[in-house]
């Protein structure tokens, strides 16, 4: 049975947030050269739909483009890829090329008589446990003869992508960028929730930012984004109660039950993917044992009763090998030949 992917909660606070133009803005600055940051045009910045993750990397990368006018014409692309397993990727630089390769076509396709491509800065926001170690330019990757260098290296693509990793940010690192107060605590969130015991506790120092947040137009729903996050993840004891408590004193009682209605529904929604997951189970192996029970009268009725150990290997047959048996139950002269026969 096929389950279909669902985002982790990592990624529905990436998305959540940095599919904000305003929240994205505060971080692109804050993370690309000083001297690109001063010709593009922020105020006018777009995200792009779609996504160019490979499938099977889907559940440790999350992606969004965004489309940048520069002030002096024409536009900028900057990709962002979320990387949010606990090591960083050693191949990042090539996924990068293949994603960025993937970016162009499409930029090519809506643009049939462009000559020249539009600049195109990758760049990854990074919260593994350990620190981002590995290479961050393409060129690194290749496996190039030293004394060779400078004669093939200029047929080697030269490119590097931008890091911001979270792991070696402090408070003190994070306060002074010209970041959203959500963007602030959605980092920190990022950065600590997984790993820090004290987590909650910390987050009582940021009662500033979550009254920001509490008070900007789109406040309640951040702040349920940030608390349907920790709730989910953080390694703290305590969390729901912790959490009242902290909230209560930023937004009144309207926080606590802010923190117990997400605290009920990620319970609830729990108790739901348990009750779906057991079914689905349930009807799997209960098919299984419908099988394994219809094959084995077939063999009785025609070989005779099975010997404890011919039972036995029928009880521990794979779907595949009851499959293969089925297939040759007619043409297998015995049953000793029949259970020979190999899925």
Partial sequence: ?????????????????????????????????????????????????????????????????????????????????????????????????????????????????????????????????????????????????????????P????????????????????????????????????????TAPDFIDRLAGWTDALRAVWASPDGMAAVEALIRYTLQVAASAGGPEKLQQILERVMGAEGREVVVTIAEQLMEQGIEQGIEQGIEQGIEIGLVRGQRAMLRDLMEARFGALTPAAAARVEAATVDQLAAWRAAFFVAPTLEALLDVEA
Wanted: hydrophobic share 45%.
């Fill in 155 to 194: 047929f080697v693509p030269h490119f590097r992508c931008v890091v911001d990793d979270l792991s070696g940010l402090t408070d003190a690192d994070l306060r002074p960028r010209s970041l959203t107060a959500v963007t602030r605590l959605v980092l920190v969130a990022l950065r600590d929730a997984r």
């Fill in 1 to 153: 049975m096929v389950v279909p992917m669902t985002p982790t909660p990592h990624d529905a606070l990436f998305k959540r947030t940095f599919g904000d133009p305003l929240n994205a803005a505060g971080e692109l600055r804050s993370i690309l050269p000083p001297a690109l940051v001063e010709r593009l045009d922020f105020g006018a910045l777009r995200v792009e739909s779609g996504t160019f993750v490979d499938e099977e990397l889907s559940q440790r990368h999350a992606d969004l483009l965004y489309q940048v006018p520069c002030r002096a014409g024409g536009d900028a692309l900057v990709y962002l890829l979320f990387e949010h397993q606990s090591t960083p990727d050693p191949l990042m630089p090539f996924r990068l090329l293949r994603y960025m390769l993937r970016i162009w076509d499409r930029w090519l396709a809506a643009h049939p008589g462009a000559r020249r491509l539009p600049l195109l800065i990758p760049a990854v926001l990074y919260h593994g446990a350990e620190s981002w170690s590995v290479p961050v330019a393409f060129e690194d990757l290749v496996d190039l003869p030293p004394d060779l260098a400078a004669e093939v290296g």
